[in-house]
């Protein structure tokens, strides 16, 4: 099968969830796909042992891979997260597979009704939920709402939650506290944890290492642009431009005048380590891949570098320094900082 006659016999499915790049359909008992699919994903499915389970399918539409979702709540949740992946690429015949179950941010569909045929008996159901949530704002901004907690936070920031398939509002008082899904010990149990994220930033007299790093591999050059997203105190904008670069940097505490933008390299020096908010996390690093036109440099700090047995865990990594925790509860960090995911590791994301 060409990609060209694929193409064609994927443009030929009446119904599916189509989004620039691929098409998601519901795999039923009996669903029909045209003969030369059909065909093909029986194929598929005795050669890499696909199992019932796996309930949806994404058919590319720019390349020959075919994909199997499994969603184990498809029905029952109003957006199920995603399990297990199978991604075969049909002109290698090899298969990726990749697990979800214990990612803590997997993720998540959205208007399930277009997922299912015309005549499906829960589409009506489905279809009134993504009306709901339409009115009430939740899909203005659709670049992250695809995963779990990214999801979780805007329903708060809304105030509505969603019982079953129906959407309703919460009453004021009543929602979770955004910035506090676990409190910190002696911080109360009504108690909101602060965290000063700026307080991290260092007053440096020396470019960092992952700067110095881009200089001596010679990936930055002088006609190279350089965005510092984070720049904290900006010591490194401020070496670079002595040193003739176009460099420039934004941070929400000590830069926050300067907007943010475009460069061929974006650098995010520990900067993912510092968010608590996982969704948050994601969200950033999102806008920083989005401003890097060649390179996106990320760094984060390793576990030999953190006191981890004095720390209070906090979500899915510690605080590294309490300075108070009693009166009315609040969480603050000393100069070591927050440092998130003990381990972590830097690295160099080429763009092609």
Known sequence: ???????????????????????????????????ELNQLLAQLV???????????????????????????????????????AVTIDLASGKARHTDYADNLNPPIL??????????HPR???????????????L???????????NWERLLREKGVIIEGHELQRVENGNAPHPACGHLL?????????VVDRHKTALTRYELSKPVKSLLEYGMLKSSTTFFDYGCGQGSDVRGLQALGHAA???????????????????????????????????????DAYRRARRLLVVS?????TVETDRAAQYRDGIVSKILRATGTPAIHRGRTGQHRRAGGVGGVLRFP
Request: proline share 6%; glycine share 8%; aromatic share 10%.
């Open 1 to 35: 099968m060409t990609l060209n006659e694929y193409q064609g016999y994927v443009a030929r499915i009446s119904h599916g969830k189509r989004l620039p790049g691929a098409l998601y359909v519901a795999r039923d008992v009996g669903s029909d796909f045209g003969a």
């Open 46 to 84: 005795l050669v890499f042992a696909v199992g019932p389970e796996f309930n949806l399918i994404k058919f590319r539409t720019e390349e020959l891979k075919v994909s199997f979702l499994h969603y184990p709540e498809f029905m029952d949740a109003p957006h199920p997260a995603l399990r297990h």
């Open 110 to 119: 959205h208007r399930k009704e277009t997922f299912l045929a015309p005549e």
């Open 123 to 137: 589409r009506a159901a489905f279809a009134a939920l993504t009306k709901a949530e339409e009115a009430a704002g």
């Open 139 to 149: 899909y203005e901004h659709t670049a992250t709402i695809g995963f779990k907690l």
């Open 185 to 193: 010990p002696n911080a109360g149990k009504e108690g909101v944890c």
């Open 248 to 286: 420039e940097g934004w941070d929400p505490v000590h830069r926050p005048e300067v907007t943010k933008r475009e460069a061929d390299i974006v650098n995010m020096g520990y900067v993912l380590n510092v968010i608590e908010d996982p969704a948050e996390r994601l969200e950033a690093l999102v």
């Open 300 to 304: 984060a700090l390793i576990q030999e």
